[in-house]
């Protein structure tokens, strides 16, 4: 039995005929199935608002699967050049996104006419949802190869200057091939069902879905993978053995029983800083100085936790683990008054899209640390007052879940840019030396060095060529520690200046 059909496509009634002027339908001619690559070249048109001249074919459940598939790898090749280095690919965030297709379905098997295409369509009309759907996945690829292939040219540095340096830009870059990405599809529906109600609502849904998505479904498919990054390094690393564990062991004893304890009628300062990844010398030399600069400028010697993954501190400090961290604000809350003294919390690394702060010390296994964990570990410990301080892209993130009454919380960048500053050539990052290195060595205010450090760090991030947008450092101060801070202030503004104090840690030649 032959598989051809009949059909008048791709071929209209010449103008002028003798069956044109009668209303007369030219004769049948006999179509033959597509190939997978005609259906693929079909989508690619229909991608960039042309017909698919498709008729009314179908695709085998062969071919839609292949196909499918197809563009499913190209997609994910495509989105990896989003990360300059080594990544990892988030299945369940590339997955987050496809529950678009199911929709897709189902609003095209409910919006769709019944039956073939009819004899009289000029020119011929597709039909079918597997046709649609088969069109809809190809269609996307021309949009996302010259979106991928633009944000990739950025993120690799092959685009510089000031592509994407303003907020507003990024986002009516986005808007455009969101826009474009609609357009197409809604066009793609539009030659399936002819202009209809069903279409329109068809339309509305596919604008629903694309708002949704964006909103709470955006996490990146490809992660920047920080541990092999560390792994792949050359540099001296940690060798862990038995011996190791047990000196670290007791070197936390050590340090947490030598926390001093709190003075009654001072309103003390304890500190505790937190820098877990080791692969990056900045933050070994910026949570060294955060930490002198809170013993020497706020009256806290001795009472200053400092945690961080190096290979050359395994033997001076201990490791920056949520568990270390846990236990270090568990000690530090026994020692001091928990609810007259203050507690300054420094953290910094690599931050996420997704919140997260990264930590790393091959081969040692060490999990990120999230908001919520530092947030708990605190309001376990029952300690009050509480200034928070996150040297991290994306750390504006956290503000939410840390802020509160008696808490002074602020950050590098809010939650949608990165900061600057982290990479190996840093000697420190752009927010711990404007705010902790420079301002905090002139005042006992955050507020004030926090206002003054924001102008700063955005005129260097101007002057490095940074080409994401302003980092724009987040603060929110609650009402409750407002009146604790201004009489530390007085208080440590009486003492002597401890002539250590008064030159920056960092070097002339710093970035």
């Known amino acids: 039995m032959s598989d051809t059909v009949t059909s008048i496509d791709d071929q209209p009634t010449l103008p002028g005929s003798a069956m044109e002027q009668e209303g007369v339908a030219a004769p049948a001619t006999p179509r033959t199935r597509l190939s997978l690559v005609a259906w693929f070249l079909k989508g690619l048109r229909a991608g960039v608002f042309l017909n698919p001249r498709v008729a009314g074919r179908t695709p085998t459940p062969l071919q839609a699967i292949i196909l499918t598939a197809l563009v499913f790898a190209i997609e994910i090749a495509l989105l990896r050049?989003?990360?300059?280095?080594?990544?990892?690919?988030?299945?369940?965030?590339?997955?987050?996104?496809?529950?678009?297709?199911?929709?897709?379905?189902?609003?095209?098997?409910?919006?769709?006419?019944?039956?073939?295409?009819?004899?009289?369509?000029?020119?011929?009309?597709?039909?079918?949802?597997?046709?649609?759907?088969?069109?809809?996945?190809?269609a996307s690829l021309p949009n996302t190869l010259l979106y991928q292939a633009i944000v990739g040219a950025v993120a690799h540095g092959w685009i510089t200057g000031a592509v994407f340096s303003q907020n507003w830009l990024y986002w009516a870059f986005y808007a455009v091939f969101t826009v474009w990405s609609l357009a197409a599809a809604i066009l793609l529906v539009m030659r399936f069902t002819g202009l209809t109600v069903r279409a329109v609502v068809f339309a509305l849904a596919l604008v629903a879905s694309t708002g949704l998505t964006t909103w709470q479904f955006n996490a990146r498919t490809w992660q920047q993978d920080?541990?092999?990054?560390?792994?792949?390094?050359?540099?001296?690393?940690?060798?862990?053995?038995?011996?190791?564990?047990?000196?670290?062991?007791?070197?936390?004893?050590?340090?947490?029983?030598?926390?001093?304890?709190?003075?009654?009628?001072?309103?003390?300062?304890?500190?505790?800083?937190?820098?877990?990844?080791?692969?990056?010398?900045?933050?070994?030399?910026?949570?060294?100085?955060?930490?002198?600069?809170?013993?020497?400028?706020?009256?806290?010697?001795?009472?200053?936790?400092?945690?961080?993954?190096?290979?050359?501190?395994?033997?001076?400090?201990?490791?920056?683990?949520?568990?270390?961290?846990?236990?270090?604000?568990?000690?530090?809350?026994?020692?001091?008054?928990?609810?007259?003294?203050?507690?300054?919390?420094?953290?910094?690394?690599?931050?996420?899209?997704?919140?997260?702060?990264?930590?790393?010390?091959?081969?040692?296994?060490?999990?990120?640390?999230?908001?919520?964990?530092?947030?708990?570990?605190?309001?376990?410990?029952?300690?009050?007052?509480?200034?928070?301080?996150?040297s991290a892209c994306y750390s504006g993130g956290w503000v939410d879940t840390l802020a509160g009454d008696t808490?002074?919380?602020?950050?590098?960048?809010?939650?949608?840019?990165?900061?600057?500053?982290?990479?190996?050539?840093?000697?420190?990052?752009?927010?711990?030396?404007a705010m902790f290195d420079e301002q905090l060595r002139k005042t006992h205010s955050f507020e004030q060095a926090f206002s003054r450090a924001v102008p700063l760090i955005k005129q260097r991030e101007i002057d490095?060529?940074?080409?994401?947008?302003?980092?724009?450092?987040?603060?929110?101060?609650?009402?409750?520690?407002?009146p604790v801070l201004r009489?530390?202030?007085?208080?440590?503004?009486?003492?002597?200046?401890?002539?250590?104090?008064l030159a920056p840690a960092a070097s002339a030649t710093r970035p």
């Open 407 to 433: 808490t002074l919380v602020m950050t590098a960048a809010d939650a949608t840019h990165t900061s600057y500053g982290c990479g190996r050539l840093s000697e420190l990052t752009f927010f711990g030396r």
């Open 226 to 390: 920080y541990e092999r990054d560390a792994a792949a390094d050359n540099r001296p690393r940690l060798h862990l053995s038995q011996q190791t564990f047990e000196a670290q062991q007791a070197l936390m004893e050590k340090t947490m029983a030598a926390i001093a304890r709190e003075r009654p009628g001072v309103t003390d300062v304890y500190g505790l800083v937190f820098a877990p990844y080791a692969a990056e010398d900045v933050f070994l030399r910026e949570s060294t100085m955060v930490s002198r600069v809170l013993a020497e400028r706020f009256d806290a010697e001795g009472r200053v936790v400092h945690l961080v993954n190096h290979a050359t501190t395994t033997q001076t400090h201990p490791w920056a683990t949520t568990q270390n961290l846990q236990r270090a604000i568990d000690a530090i809350a026994q020692r001091m008054d928990r609810n007259n003294d203050v507690l300054v919390v420094y953290m910094t690394s690599h931050g996420a899209s997704d919140f997260k702060l990264a930590a790393a010390h091959w081969p040692l296994q060490v999990p990120p640390l999230t908001p919520g964990e530092l947030r708990e570990a605190l309001d376990n410990a029952g300690i009050r007052h509480r200034v928070i301080a996150i």
């Open 81 to 138: 050049l989003e990360i300059a280095g080594p990544a990892r690919m988030d299945v369940q965030a590339w997955l987050s996104g496809w529950w678009t297709a199911a929709l897709f379905i189902g609003l095209a098997w409910w919006a769709f006419p019944s039956g073939e295409a009819e004899p009289g369509d000029v020119p011929p009309r597709p039909v079918g949802v597997g046709a649609a759907f088969v069109l809809w996945v190809a």
């Open 464 to 482: 490095a060529g940074k080409d994401d947008g302003f980092s724009n450092p987040q603060i929110q101060v609650g009402a409750g520690i407002s």
């Open 487 to 501: 009489a530390l202030e007085k208080r440590l503004d009486t003492l002597p200046p401890v002539a250590a104090a």
